[in-house]
């Protein structure tokens, strides 16, 4: 019996599980997958905004992978602690896949960014999304404006929470302490600012089309920085995302230029969120209190598809800082790391030290490829590392390992939460929300999730 663990349970590291558990060349393998967290999913738990029900209810798919019989999730193991490092995993299974994520942000590097009140914008998504590790974080929003750097799906779904009204949250999963935070807001402005022009905006179309639809609140564009994009007049030889992005741009463009068709209508919307291109950050202004706004240097295209700075700036406005600049991955005990470009060096999933293979061990997902593509690139990448690991098979048989996969990690100091256990908090989060006279409403916290796993026996 060939014993594979997993180590992460979001998209790249299930759908890692379901290439080795479906292929007919090693019918007798068994894949565990190992989680930090006592609960499954990953991103799609903890990162997906908690109004998207669609993309969330991918979680469905992933359960069925995690319900396999000869696949095993093992959550609350912490791959790397003291006693449970490479070695040690390769003492207990046969083959080791990394599927560990881009767990931090990328930083600005200008000065003022770690003022109060400037934050990553991954720490106000996972205390939206009640992470565990964000539980000490609060968020007042007692600010009047916002300022969101960065024009990706991560910055739009930022904008979005602060925009969309609590009562139209009460039926998500979102925890009482968010949700409670976003019907005090006092945010009225909300601004989205890219270095670059509008068809170099990584957001896609659907996501920038649910600003539009927010109810109470206006979309405000400027033509002229549109204007400013070589592309923007005639974008027919653009990508076709791009392309309906700047349609979606156009219109509010048209719409801000021409002003509102009935005189109390501005005045009537609850927020305003303004989208601005071609500002570059430069400085983040404010003192020990906290933030007061952001600078930026207008920038214009290069002809080569970056942009250079004019040397003009313009300072906006802003009491909370959202800094949404990407996610990047963070060096893993006993793993080679490229700090130039976030991620582990491999070969077709099969990491490299020194340039040769790294027996039995090998990654898969962000920290194989870095944070790019969306939730279903990792379907293909995760084929290519279990095929390479498949294709290795008769090598790491050769390896004696220990017995029981999970008494061994016990040995090791560590506390699984076996799948029961994870049902078992599924059902004190349904059982915590119908006491609230909502849905069901996440456990925010460690304590919370481990006293409910633990609570079956």
């Known amino acids: 019996m060939l014993r594979v663990a997993v180590i992460g349970s979001g998209p790249s590291g299930v759908y890692t599980a379901q290439s080795l558990i479906e292929q007919q060349a090693v019918p007798d393998i068994e894949v565990y997958v190992l989680d930090r967290l006592p609960c499954p999913y990953g991103l799609v738990r903890y990162g997906v905004a908690p109004d998207h029900e669609k993309i969330k209810s991918l979680q469905n798919n992933l359960r069925m992978v ?19 490092g490479v070695e040690e995993l390769r003492e207990i299974f046969d083959a080791v896949v990394f599927c560990v994520g881009a767990a931090t942000d990328r930083h600005l590097g200008i000065p003022g960014e770690e003022l109060p009140g400037s934050h990553p914008a991954t720490e106000f998504v996972a205390w939206y999304s009640a992470h565990p590790d964000a539980a000490a974080v609060r968020f007042t929003l007692a600010a009047r404006s916002a300022v969101v750097i960065g024009v990706g799906n991560v910055a739009v779904d930022v904008v979005r929470m602060l925009a969309r009204g609590a009562a139209e949250l009460a039926a998500t999963d979102m925890p009482q302490g968010p949700l409670g935070a976003l019907a005090d807001s006092r945010v009225e ?42 592309a923007y007049r005639d974008p027919g030889e653009l990508p076709a995302v791009a392309r309906r992005n700047v349609a979606v741009l156009r219109g509010w463009a048209e719409q801000t230029a021409a002003g509102p068709a009935d005189a109390g209508s501005a005045a009537r919307a609850r927020r305003r969120i303004h989208l601005r291109f071609f500002l570059r950050p430069a400085e983040v202004l404010g003192d020990a209190s906290g933030v007061r706004a952001v600078r930026f240097e207008r920038t214009a ?63 898969a997902g962000w920290i194989k490829r870095g944070p790019t593509g969306v939730i279903g690139t990792n379907r293909p990448c995760a084929k290519e590392t279990a095929s390479s690991l498949l294709a290795d098979a008769p090598m790491l048989a050769e390896r004696h390992t220990a017995g029981d996969p999970v008494a061994a990690l016990a040995r090791a100091g560590q506390r699984p939460v076996p799948w029961p256990g994870w049902l078992a908090i599924e059902a004190a989060e349904a059982a915590w929300g119908h006491g609230l006279g909502r849905g069901t409403v996440k456990l925010p916290d460690w304590a919370g999730l481990l006293a409910a796993a633990r609570a079956n026996g």
């Open 189 to 230: 402005d909300v601004w989205m600012v890219g270095r670059r022009g509008p068809s170099q905006a990584k957001f896609t179309t659907k996501e920038l089309r649910e600003l539009g639809s927010l109810p109470d609140t206006e979309v405000c564009v400027r033509p002229e920085e549109l204007a400013l994009d070589p």
């Open 66 to 84: 995690l319900e396999h019989p000869r696949v095993h999730f093992l959550g609350n193991v912490e791959a790397g602690a003291p006693g449970l």
């Open 301 to 363: 295209p290069d002809g080569r598809g970056g942009v250079v700075g004019t040397g003009d700036f313009e300072d906006i406005q802003g009491q909370l800082v959202l800094r949404s600049v990407g996610y990047r991955g963070t060096p893993q005990p006993g793993l080679p790391f490229d700090e130039a470009t976030g991620t582990v060096p491999h070969l077709a999933g099969r990491v490299l030290r020194g340039g040769a293979p790294l027996p039995g061990v090998y990654v």
